[in-house]
Every structure is written in structure tokens, then in C-alpha cells.
């Protein structure tokens, strides 16, 4: 387009300046007509407009969601944030003000067809969606966006299957039970710290280096399922606690979980599990599973183990010096070797085949269970922090029981020690002829 300016005209010809005025004017009277905003200058094109539309407010965000009443005709939701403003999409659009403080949004409709609501809030940090319980109601698709001050999100509901979450860079929690499609949304949250999860997916795997905190969510009661047989949290270098109980679960790979200390997989089906990456590892819990055999080598840190009900034949803790609780009862170990478990304050082996049981070391133990096992003997001479000791269903005779009542420190009646001696031998023989006076005195109870 031709600039139009006086620089364009020669001086003293006043042809050009009598046709450069008629322009003139039949440009403004044009742009009167049209109430068009126009500048004229030498860097402007004549028609050129300027955007005088309201810029978004930058701490605005939206949530498109998708989602059927319940039989009472009525969507609700949860929302924390300063300024609502939800168009419901049967024509009614609703404004709140509830200045930070946690709202329920309610709508009824007049039929049962899926609706779509979008919502803007200003200064939004928290949401909560909740399904009716019905499988034939609740939210079905939920996509945020331009969410810079979320902080959390509750989603619970059968029918979702989309979640999707743009923009979210302070987004630190997540709780959802959904049977989503897929959850690459979460790989893609900068600032997530702690997740809860259930989904109907059989494989789930999560890339997200800031989390630190993952439970496999089990106890909703909008939305279960135990469909998930393989989790990999490798790409997690952050988390510290990793909780997953779901019975088909089968494969679990923390390989890239430097940071593990805390891993509960009891009540699954997983028959192998390598945690000699996780050397920050303090606490495993492999209760109930399906595993013959467990290294903890690596694992030096640790100081809780829970390995019991397995298909365990042996357990070398001899590495885990920090160890002080230990419960591997109902496995088939016919040894166990806590000589360099000094820190040992719990022990429970019960329910397996040993025949011997050295604790001379274990001398800040408090409470032992050594119950169904093979004993003959056993000393507790250098136990003198004892409190509870179960030894029943073992091979000792009466005298046997008596020099263990002999190893027993005194006691105060306040602290309630207890030794439980039931069925030993077999014929109940040792525990009809001892001498139980003898730990009554040291103000010991036996049953």
C-alpha cells in the first residue's frame, strides 16, 4: 500500500499538495464512517488497525469439562480460588467471589445428556472432582489450562478417561482414581511432589524427576480397579516413597530410584524385585508376595525390613548394619545370621525352620519371636533390654525353659513383659514340668 506523507511532495507544486488534501479528507471521512481506529504516520499503512481487545487476565485459568449429571440432575464440583466464572452450557453463567476460600460449584440440568462447562478462576490452587458413585454419571473429560497457581488436583470419578493439564508449573499434587487412557500428563509436570494413582491400565509407567512421592491408590471409593500388572517408576530419580499393593501386579522396575527410601509392594505378585540401585533405601515391605529370594546387599541404610510370607529359603542381612526391625516370619529359612545386627530392637522369625538362633550381639533387642520353629536352646544372656519373647511351638524341654526363664532380665510390673511358651515340645511335655516361678519372680507374665 502507498505510505502517504509530505515528504512525498515536491516543495512549490501545488497541484500535488490541492490533490494530496482532496485524499486527505476522503480518508477521514472514511475513517469517520467506519469508527475504524487508524494512525497515520510514516511507518503505518493506511487501514492498518490496532487490537484494542481486553488481553486474557494472565492469572486466569480455564478447565473444560465434560460430564453427566447425576440422577438428581445436578454437576458439582470443587473449586479454591479468588474469581469464578463458569458458563454451565444450558445458557446460565454463574460468578463467584469466595476470595480463596474453597467452593462448591452447583448446577442443576434438565436432562441427562453429557454437558460441557468451561470455567475461568483467578488465582485458582485447588480443585476437587468427585463422581456420583453411578456408572452412568459423573465427569468424563477434564482439561486444564493456563493453571499458574494450581497447586493440587482431586479427580475421582468412573466415567473420566481424559485428563489433560497444560501450564500447571507449581503443581504439586495429584490424587486421582479415573480410568484414564493414559497418564503421560503427569510426565509433564515440573513441580509434582506427591501422586496418588488408580487407573484400568494394565501398564503404567511415570518419567517425572520431581516427584518424590508415589501410592499406587488403592482405598477410593468412587473408582477401584487391580488391573495393573507392570509399573516403571525408573525415570523418578526424585522419589523418596513408592506404595503399590495391587494384587496382579507383577513387574515393578526402580532401577533409577536413587533416592528410594521407602518401598511398600506388599499383597502383589511380583517374584523378583532389584533394589540394588536404591542404596538411600530405608524401609522395604515386600510382605505377601511371590519371591523366593531377596538381596538387600546394597542396601546398607536400611533399618526396617518386612519380608514375611514369602517362599524365602534364606536371608543374608549380614551387610545391613543399620537394620533394627526385622520381620521374616512364614518363609522356609533354616538359618538366619543377625550377628552384625547390633541395632536390632524387633525381631520376628517366626514360622520357619531354624534349629539355631545366635542374638549374643542383639543387645538393644526389646521384642523377639521366634515361635514354630525347630529350637532346642537358645540364649539370652546378653539380651537385657527384653520385653516380649514368644517361643512357642519349638522343641524345648522343661529344662531348656528354665534356663531361658534364667536369661530374662528383671523387670519392673509396670513394663508388662511377657514370654509366651505354649506347646514345647510338640507333646507340650517341657512346658507342663518347668519351672515358670522362675520369671514370675523377675516379674515376668507366662502364658
Not at 473429560?141 to 485428563?163: D, Q, V
Not at 526385622?326 to 525352620?353: G, W
Request: proline content about 2%; overall charge neutral; some cysteine.
Amino acid at each position: 500500500m502507498k505510505r502517504i506523507g509530505y515528504k512525498n511532495l515536491r516543495k512549490g507544486d501545488e497541484a500535488a499538495i490541492t490533490g494530496f488534501k482532496t485524499t486527505w479528507m476522503s480518508i477521514m471521512c472514511c475513517l469517520i464512517s467506519s469508527c475504524t481506529t487508524t494512525v497515520i504516520n510514516d511507518g503505518l499503512d493506511v487501514g492498518e488497525e490496532l487490537n484494542t481487545e481486553t488481553p486474557a487476565n494472565p492469572a486466569e485459568a480455564q478447565i473444560n469439562i465434560n460430564a453427566y449429571p447425576d440422577r438428581s440432575g445436578n454437576i458439582t464440583f470443587n473449586i479454591k480460588a479468588d474469581k469464578i466464572t463458569i458458563v454451565w452450557g444450558d445458557g446460565d453463567t454463574e460468578k463467584l467471589s469466595p476470595a480463596g476460600e474453597e467452593t462448591a460449584c452447583t448446577h442443576r440440568f434438565f436432562n441427562n445428556l453429557v454437558q460441557n462447562i468451561k470455567v475461568k478462576a483467578e488465582n485458582m490452587t485447588d480443585v476437587f472432582f468427585f463422581g456420583s458413585g453411578d456408572e452412568y454419571t459423573g465427569f468424563t473429560e477434564l482439561r486444564f489450562t493456563n493453571c499458574l497457581s494450581l497447586n493440587s488436583i482431586t479427580a475421582s470419578a468412573k466415567l473420566l478417561t481424559i485428563i489433560e493439564i497444560s501450564d500447571a508449573p507449581v503443581l504439586k499434587k495429584l490424587k486421582i482414581a479415573a480410568a484414564l487412557k493414559s497418564v503421560d500428563f503427569i510426565n509433564n509436570l515440573p513441580a509434582l511432589e506427591k501422586l496418588q494413582l488408580t487407573t484400568d491400565l494394565e501398564s503404567v509407567t511415570i518419567k517425572n524427576r520431581s516427584l518424590q512421592e508415589f501410592n499406587y491408590w488403592s482405598s477410593d471409593t468412587q473408582f477401584k480397579s487391580d488391573k495393573l500388572k507392570n509399573l516403571d517408576v525408573s525415570g523418578c530419580p526424585s522419589l523418596v516413597q513408592l506404595s503399590c499393593d495391587r494384587p496382579n501386579l507383577t513387574s515393578l522396575n526402580v532401577s533409577g530410584c536413587t533416592s528410594l527410601q521407602i518401598l511398600t509392594i506388599s499383597g502383589t505378585k511380583v517374584a523378583l524385585i532389584n533394589v540394588s540401585t536404591c542404596k538411600a533405601l530405608t524401609e522395604l515391605n515386600c510382605t505377601a508376595t511371590q519371591i523366593t529370594s531377596l538381596d538387600v546387599s546394597a542396601n546398607t541404610a536400611l533399618e526396617k525390613l518386612i519380608c514375611s510370607q514369602n517362599r524365602l529359603t534364606s536371608l543374608n542381612v549380614s551387610r545391613n548394619t543399620a537394620l533394627n526391625y526385622l520381620l521374616c516370619s512364614d518363609n522356609q529359612l533354616t538359618e538366619l545370621n543377625v550377628t552384625s545386627n547390633k541395632a536390632l530392637t524387633y525381631l520376628n522369625c517366626a514360622n520357619n525352620m531354624l534349629t539355631a538362633l545366635n542374638l549374643a550381639n542383639c543387645t538393644a533387642l526389646i521384642s523377639l519371636a521366634f515361635d514354630s520353629n525347630r529350637l532346642s536352646s537358645i540364649s539370652l544372656a546378653n539380651n537385657t533390654a527384653l520385653l516380649y519373647v514368644n517361643c512357642k511351638n519349638n522343641n524345648f524341654t522343661a529344662a531348656e525353659l528354665n534356663n531361658l526363664f534364667l536369661d530374662l532380665p528383671k523387670r519392673e510390673i509396670s513394663d508388662n513383659a511377657t514370654i509366651t511358651i505354649g506347646s514345647n515340645p510338640p507333646d507340650e511335655s517341657g512346658t507342663r514340668s518347668c519351672d515358670t516361678s522362675i520369671a514370675s519372680r523377675k516379674r515376668w507374665k507366662v502364658l
